[in-house]
C-alpha cells in the first residue's frame, strides 16, 4: 500500500484525554491497480505485494494509549476490476510466543494474534465494512453503523494466514460484491487496520484511535487513488435442503407410534444488488428450525420477558430497521393475537384440542443501502399466514378457530447521516391484519448532533403510535412518546441528562417491545475515567447518577434513585467492580397489582454488587459476581452468587461453565385477584421464598477453521414457595388476609420450574458461504406445584418429564452469479 503521508503527524505517546478527531491529522494512503492477483497462500510475493509501500506505524488503542505498538506492522494494499486485496506482514520478536485459538467464525477475539480491516466505503466516519482474520486462520466480520456493531453479517471474502520466524502474514480477498460503494470514478475510502498482539493484550490501528473520544469510525485514516471499479452484479443464491426427525415422548402408551414425526424441507434465500448502493435480501419458505434454543425463564413480574433473536435472517443486515428501538422481529412468527381467547369462544360441552402457539412466516424481504450523499433506506416486509386453533365437542365433531389473520408486517427507514457524526432517522412500522382483526402503526423520528470537536453531542427523537380498531374500539388509539438527551461524550470527565416521556396509551408491541408506558422519567449521570495508567491500575472508571421518575398520567411520583459505581483494570489484566444503588424514599409501583391505578407501596431499598474477573489469557480463568438487596419494612433481602469459570485445554478444545444462584427471601408480589358478593376487587399478595438455579455448559472443539462442534447447554430450575398472603389496601400497604379469603389463597399453589436445553451442533463451511450443520437439539419443559428442596430429586423428577428431541441436518449451497458465469464462460 502506497503511504503517502502528506503532512501526517507522528504520535508522540503523550495524551492529555483532550485531542479530537478534529485536532488531529488524520492518516493516507494512496493505492494503486494491480495487474496480477495474488495468490492467497499467506506467502506475501515481493512482485505482487511490493508493488506499493506498505502502511506502517501502529499506535496502541489499548493498554497505553497513544504509544507505538511493540512490534512492527506492514500492511499493503492493492485492487483491481474485481477485489480489493490487503497484504500484511505482522513482524512478532517471538514468534513462538503467537497466540492460535481455534473458534467458530465471528466468534470474536479468542485467545489469538488478529488483524484486521476497517473500509468506510463512503467516507461518512460513521459505517463501515470490518474484515478481521486471526493467526489461526479464523474470520469474522463485522458492519459498524453509527456506533453499533452487526455481528450477525456475513459477507464472502477468502483469506490465508501463515507462520514464520519473523512472524506471521495474513492475506485477504475482499470482492466488491462483498461490500458496497458510491458511484463514482474516483473513490476516496475510510479506512483503518487493527493489529492484536494476545500475550501482552495489545490492540493497536494505523491510524490512532484515542479513546478518550467518542466514536471509532470517525477516527479512521483515509485511502484514496481507487478509480475505475464499479458494483458488479450482485445476484446470490443460496438454497438449503434440510431433513427432521422429531421425537416427543408421550406418557400415552397407545400413542407411542406416533411420537416420531419427520419432514424433508427446502427453501432459498437470494441476494440482489438492485443497485451499487442497494441489496434485496429475500428469503423463500424459510427454515429455522436449527435456531438456537431460547433461555427460558421463570416470569413472576408484571411485564413480558425479552428473549433474544437467534434467527439468522432477522439478525443479519437489519442495523437499520432496528436503530429506533421500533422493530422486534421476534414479533413475527410468534403467539397468535387470539390464542389467549379461544377459551371465551367455546361453546357448551367443547374443548380446545389445538391451539399452536406460533404463526407460520410465509416469506420475508428487506431492502437496505446507503447512497453517496448518506441516505440510509431500509423497507423490511414480511408475511404470515392464518393460524386456528381446533375445538371439539362431546360428539367429536371439531371445528377452527381464527387465533391469526393473514398478517402483513412492514418497516420502513431513512437515515441521512449528517457532518460530525450525527444523523437524522424516520421510522415507520406497520402492521396489517385481516379478517376484521386490529392494525397498527408507529411513527418516529431521532436526531443526533454533535458539535465540531465531538465533544458534546444532543440527541432527541418522538414516536406516534396507532391502533385501529383494537378492544372491539373502531376508532384509533393514539399514543406518544418523545425523548430528550445532552452529554458530553468525550474527556476524561463525562456527563449527561436524559428526559423520556411515554403517555399512557402509547403501545409499540405489535412489532416493537415496550415492558410499560405510562412513565416520565429524568436521569442525570456524571463519570470521571482515567484511559491511561494510574498508580496499580491500567484504566479506572467512576460514575454516579440520580433517576427520578413518576406516572404520565396521573402524574404521580414513583421513585427517585440513586447509585454509584467503579471499575478498576490492573496491570495484570484482571478486572474488579462494584457498585451500590440507594433509594431513600418509597417506590410507587402502578404495575405490580395488575390493576391501574392501584398502586403498590415498596419501602426504600438497598443494593450492592460486586465482580472479579480474570485474564482470558491464562489457561484456566473465571468471572465471579455477588449481589445484595435490602429492604427493612417487610424485612426483606436478597443475594445471588454467579461464577463462571472457563477452561482451554489446548487450541481446539475449551469449556466454559456458568453458574448462579439466587435467593430472595420474602420476595412479596402479585398472586391473585377475585371479586366479592358485592362486585369489589380484592387483590392478594404472597410472601413467597424465590430460590433460582441456572447452570449452563458452552463447549467447543474446532477441528480446523472452516469446522467444529459445538454445544450449549443449560439447566434452569426455580422454586417460589408460599409462606403466607395479604391483601393489598387501596393505599398500596398490606393488610393480613382474613378466614373468609383463605377459599381463595388455598388456590394459589406453589411453582417449581424446570427447563433443560441442549444444542449439540457440528458445521462444515466447506466452501466460501456454503455450510453443513448437523444439530440435536434436546428440550425438557416441567412446572410443578410440588417445590423439590434437592437439587438430584429435582434433576431425577425433571427428565422423568416427556422430553423433546430434534435431530436435522441442513445443507446450505452459495451460488455467486458473477463466480458462475466466469466458470461458464471459460
Known amino acids: ?175 466488491y460484491g462483498a461490500i458496497r460503494f458510491p458511484e463514482a470514478e474516483v473513490q476516496t475510502w475510510g479506512v483503518n487496520y487493527m493489529r492484536v498482539i494476545r500475550r501482552n493484550r495489545e490492540k493497536s490501528y494505523w491510524s490512532h484511535v484515542d479513546n478518550s473520544v467518542s466514536g471509532l469510525i470517525n477516527q479512521a485514516g483515509r485511502v484514496i487513488g481507487i478509480e475505475g471499479v464499479k458494483s458488479p452484479v450482485r445476484l446470490q443464491f443460496m438454497p438449503y435442503i434440510s431433513g427432521y426427525v422429531n421425537h416427543y415422548a408421550s406418557p400415552d402408551s397407545e400413542r407411542k407410534a406416533k411420537d416420531f414425526t419427520h419432514s424433508v424441507n427446502g427453501g432459498m434465500d437470494v441476494k440482489y444488488g438492485i443497485n451499487d448502493a442497494f441489496t434485496l435480501d429475500v428469503t423463500l419458505i424459510p427454515d429455522f428450525g436449527q435456531t438456537r434454543s431460547d433461555d427460558q425463564v421463570l416470569n413472576l413480574g408484571p411485564f413480558e420477558v425479552k428473549y433474544n433473536e437467534n434467527r439468522q435472517f432477522f439478525t443479519e443486515g437489519t442495523e437499520l430497521f432496528n436503530k429506533a428501538g421500533l422493530f ?98 424516520f421510522t415507520n412500522t406497520n402492521v396489517t391484519r385481516a379478517s376484521g382483526f386490529y392494525d397498527a402503526n408507529v411513527t418516529g ?95 479506572w472508571n467512576n460514575s454516579i447518577s440520580v433517576a427520578h421518575s413518576r406516572l404520565y398520567d396521573p402524574g404521580k411520583f414513583i421513585a427517585l434513585d440513586m447509585s454509584a459505581s467503579s471499575s478498576v483494570r490492573f496491570r495484570n489484566f484482571n478486572s474488579l467492580w462494584g457498585g451500590v444503588t440507594v433509594r431513600p424514599g418509597e417506590r410507587y409501583d402502578y404495575f405490580e397489582a395488575r390493576t391501574f391505578p392501584q398502586v403498590f407501596v415498596q419501602p426504600p431499598a438497598f443494593n450492592t454488587n460486586i465482580g472479579y474477573s480474570t485474564d482470558y489469557r491464562k489457561r484456566f480463568a473465571y468471572d465471579a459476581t455477588a449481589n445484595y438487596w435490602a429492604s427493612r419494612r417487610y424485612d426483606q433481602n436478597s443475594w445471588s452468587l454467579n461464577f463462571s469459570p472457563r477452561f482451554r485445554v489446548n487450541d481446539k478444545f475449551s469449556i466454559i461453565n456458568g453458574n448462579s444462584y439466587s435467593i430472595d427471601k420474602r420476595n412479596i408480589g402479585y398472586a391473585s385477584k377475585y371479586e366479592d358478593t358485592q362486585q369489589q376487587t380484592h387483590i392478594l399478595f404472597g410472601d413467597r421464598t424465590r430460590t433460582t438455579l ?124 458473477v463466480s458462475l458465469r466466469n466458470v461458464l464462460s471459460a
Open 328 to 425: 422486534y422481529s421476534r414479533r413475527i412468527g410468534s403467539r397468535p393475537v387470539g390464542h389467549g381467547r379461544v377459551q371465551d369462544q367455546l361453546q357448551e360441552g367443547e374443548e380446545i384440542t389445538r391451539n399452536p402457539g406460533e404463526t407460520q412466516l410465509l416469506n420475508a424481504a428487506k431492502v437496505s443501502g446507503r447512497t453517496r450523499r448518506g441516505l440510509g433506506i431500509g423497507l423490511f416486509n414480511a408475511i404470515t399466514g392464518n393460524t386456528h386453533a381446533t375445538v371439539q365437542d362431546s360428539l367429536g365433531n371439531t371445528r377452527q378457530v381464527l387465533t391469526n389473520p393473514f398478517t402483513n408486517y412492514n418497516v420502513f427507514v431513512l437515515d441521512q447521516t449528517l457532518p460530525r457524526n450525527s444523523y437524522v432517522t
Open 694 to 817: 441456572s447452570t449452563t455448559i458452552t463447549s467447543a472443539y474446532i477441528f480446523n477453521e472452516r469446522s467444529g462442534l459445538t454445544l450449549n447447554m443449560r439447566h434452569y430450575w426455580s422454586r417460589a414457595a408460599y409462606k403466607e398472603f395479604f391483601e393489598l389496601t387501596k393505599q398500596g400497604l398490606l393488610q393480613p388476609t382474613t378466614s373468609e379469603q383463605e377459599v381463595y389463597t388455598s388456590r394459589i399453589n406453589d411453582i417449581n420450574y424446570n427447563t433443560f436445553t441442549l444444542d449439540l451442533v457440528y458445521s462444515w463451511r466447506f466452501a466460501p458461504g456454503s455450510e453443513l450443520r448437523v444439530v440435536w437439539k434436546n428440550f425438557v419443559e416441567d412446572q410443578a406445584h410440588k417445590v423439590e428442596k434437592r437439587y438430584f430429586d429435582n434433576l431425577s423428577n425433571t427428565f422423568a418429564v416427556p422430553q423433546h428431541n430434534n435431530f436435522s441436518v441442513k445443507l446450505l449451497y452459495f451460488i455467486d452469479y
Open 1 to 175: 500500500m502506497g503511504l503517502c503521508v502528506g503532512g501526517a503527524q507522528a504520535h508522540s505517546g503523550k495524551h492529555d484525554g483532550t485531542d479530537t478527531e478534529s485536532t488531529k491529522t488524520s492518516k493516507t494512503s494512496k493505492v494503486i491497480r494491480t495487474q496480477a492477483a495474488p495468490k492467497l497462500d499467506g506467502h506475501l510475493e515481493p512482485e505482487v505485494w511490493q508493488q506499493v509501500n506498505p502502511a506502517r506505524d501502529f499506535y496502541r488503542y489499548d493498554p497505553l494509549n497513544g504509544m507505538p505498538s511493540s512490534q512492527k506492522t506492514e500492511v499493503y494494499m492493492l485492487y483491481d476490476d474485481e477485489a480489493i486485496y490487503i497484504g500484511a506482514m505482522l513482524y512478532d520478536s517471538a514468534p513462538d510466543s503467537i497466540l492460535t485459538q481455534l473458534g467458530q467464525r465471528d466468534s470474536g477475539e479468542n485467545n489469538a494474534d488478529l488483524f484486521g480491516v476497517y473500509l468506510d466505503t463512503y467516507n461518512d466516519k460513521q459505517n463501515a465494512f470490518a474484515f478481521l482474520v486471526s493467526a489461526a486462520g479464523v474470520q469474522t466480520d463485522i458492519k459498524h453503523s453509527q456506533g453499533r456493531e452487526d455481528w450477525n453479517w456475513d459477507a464472502v471474502w477468502e483469506s490465508s494466514v501463515r507462520t514464520h520466524e519473523q512472524g506471521w502474514t495474513v492475506e485477504m480477498r475482499i470482492p
Open 445 to 539: 423520528l431521532s436526531m443526533r448532533f454533535a458539535d465540531k470537536r465531538n465533544m458534546y453531542a444532543l440527541t432527541t427523537g418522538g414516536n406516534l403510535s396507532q391502533l385501529y380498531g383494537k378492544d372491539g374500539n373502531d376508532g384509533v388509539s393514539l399514543g406518544h412518546q418523545y425523548s430528550l438527551n445532552l452529554s458530553k461524550i468525550s474527556g476524561n470527565l463525562r456527563y449527561g441528562i436524559n428526559h423520556n416521556v411515554e403517555s399512557d396509551t402509547y403501545d409499540i408491541n405489535d412489532l416493537g417491545f415496550l415492558s410499560n408506558n405510562n412513565e416520565i422519567s429524568t436521569s442525570a449521570s456524571v463519570s470521571y475515567n482515567f484511559y491511561q495508567p494510574v498508580w496499580k491500575f491500567l484504566s
